[in-house]
C-alpha cells in the first residue's frame, strides 16, 4: 500500500496513502442500491414495493440521491439511519421529544444521545428553540446551548398554552400534483396537524418519471420546515410516491379507524356526519386521500370504497386540489381533532 519516495541527496519524504476517492464512489453506489432492495431502518418501502423493476428503473428515481447520501455518511463514519432530512424516517426520532421529569420555566435541563438525535433530524443547532414534553405531558419551549454526541443542555423558557399536537392520528394521501404544487401540501398539511404523508400515483396524477421534476427530494425538507415553523413537538412522516393499489394494501390503511376521500358526486358529507365523541378522540386513526386534478377516476373510486372508504363533498364549487387538501384537513381537524 505505500510506495516509497526519495529525492536526489537522501532526502526522505514520508510515503503517502494511495486515494480512497475511487473505492468510496462504487462502494456507496453498491451499499445505496442494497438499501434500497431491502431497505433500511425507518423504510417501509424497499424497491419492489415502490415499483422499480429493475436497476435501470431505480436510477431513475429520485430517492437515488438520497440514498448515496446515507451511503456517504455511513462509508466517511457517520451514519445517518432513518434522519428526516434524507427522506427515511424513524418513528423514535419523529415522535415528540420527551423528558423524564417535571420542567419549569427558567430550569436547565440535560440531554441524552436520543434527544441529540431527535434534534439533529430536525436540524435544530445551539441558540435556537425547539418544542420539549415533561413527564406531566406538558409541552415547553426550550433553547439549545450545547450539543454533542452523548447529550447536550437546553434552557427551559416558556411553558406552551396547550399541546401542539393533534389526538387523532390522520393519514394524509395525495395524489403527485403538477407544478411542484406538492410543495405547498407538504407545509400546509404539516402545520394542519397531519402525523403521515404519503405521495400518490393515480391514474390522473404526475406519473412517477415525472417526480424529480415536481421537486420530490425536497418534500421531506419542506415538512420539517413548517413542523418547526409551526412549534410542533413532533415531525411528520413524509413517504416516498407510491401506487394507489400498493398503498392501499398497507397496515396504515387496513388498520385505520375510518377512511374518508375526497369525492364530488357525493351526495352528503356523510364522512362527517357521526363524528366520535370528544372524549373518544386519543388515538383514533383517520386516513384521508384526495386525488389529482380531475379527481379519481371510477375505478379507483371503486378500490376505494372496497377498503371501507367514505365519500366526502366539500361544497358545489370546483376546488383546486390543494384547495381541498387543505379544507378537508380543516374538517377532520374540527370532527376528529383539536381545532
Known amino acids: 500500500m505505500w510506495k516509497k519516495m526519495s529525492l536526489p541527496g537522501d532526502v526522505s519524504m514520508k510515503p503517502k496513502p494511495r486515494s480512497v476517492t475511487r473505492l468510496i464512489v462504487p462502494s456507496a453506489m453498491l451499499y445505496s442500491f442494497l438499501l434500497e432492495i431491502v431497505g433500511s431502518p425507518g423504510s417501509s418501502q424497499p424497491l419492489w414495493r415502490r415499483g422499480c423493476k429493475s436497476p435501470r428503473d431505480w436510477l431513475r428515481s429520485p430517492n437515488r440521491v438520497r440514498c448515496l447520501r446515507i451511503a456517504f455518511d455511513f462509508l466517511m463514519g457517520q451514519p445517518r439511519w432513518g434522519y428526516y432530512a434524507l427522506g427515511m424516517t424513524s418513528a423514535s426520532l419523529n415522535a415528540p421529544l420527551r423528558h423524564a421529569a417535571k420542567l419549569a420555566e427558567g430550569e ?3 440531554l441524552d444521545a436520543l434527544h441529540v438525535r431527535a ?5 435544530i443547532k445551539e441558540k435556537e428553540a425547539f418544542t420539549i414534553v415533561d413527564r406531566e405531558g406538558h409541552f415547553f419551549r426550550a433553547s439549545l446551548k450545547v450539543m454533542k454526541k452523548s447529550g447536550g443542555e437546553a434552557l427551559v423558557y416558556e411553558r406552551m398554552a396547550s399541546s401542539t399536537e393533534s389526538p387523532v392520528e390522520i393519514t394524509l394521501l395525495c395524489a403527485v400534483l403538477a407544478r411542484q404544487r406538492m410543495l405547498v401540501v407538504m407545509q400546509k398539511a404539516t402545520e394542519l396537524g397531519v402525523a403521515r404523508i404519503i405521495p400518490v400515483l393515480s391514474e390522473r396524477s404526475v406519473a412517477r418519471d415525472g417526480l424529480e421534476h415536481e421537486k420530490a427530494h425536497a418534500w421531506p425538507k419542506q415538512a420539517l420546515r413548517a413542523a418547526r415553523q409551526c412549534r410542533r413537538a413532533s415531525l411528520p412522516e413524509v413517504h416516498e410516491a407510491i401506487e394507489l393499489t400498493s398503498i392501499l394494501e398497507d397496515d396504515c390503511i387496513t388498520e385505520a379507524d375510518l377512511c374518508v376521500y375526497l369525492d364530488d358526486r357525493a351526495q ?15 388515538g383514533l386513526r383517520v386516513v384521508f386521500a384526495v386525488g389529482p386534478e380531475g379527481g379519481w377516476t371510477d375505478a379507483e373510486r371503486a378500490m376505494l370504497e372496497r377498503r371501507g372508504a367514505l365519500p366526502l ?10 384547495t381541498a387538501v387543505l379544507a378537508g384537513l380543516t374538517l377532520l381537524q374540527h370532527a376528529y381533532g383539536d381545532m
Open 119 to 123: 434534534l439533529r433530524q430536525r436540524e
Open 313 to 322: 363533498r366539500l361544497g358545489g364549487r370546483v376546488l383546486r386540489a390543494e
Open 108 to 110: 436547565q435541563i440535560a
Open 268 to 282: 352528503s358529507r356523510s364522512a362527517l356526519d357521526n363524528a366520535a365523541p370528544r372524549a373518544d378522540r386519543a
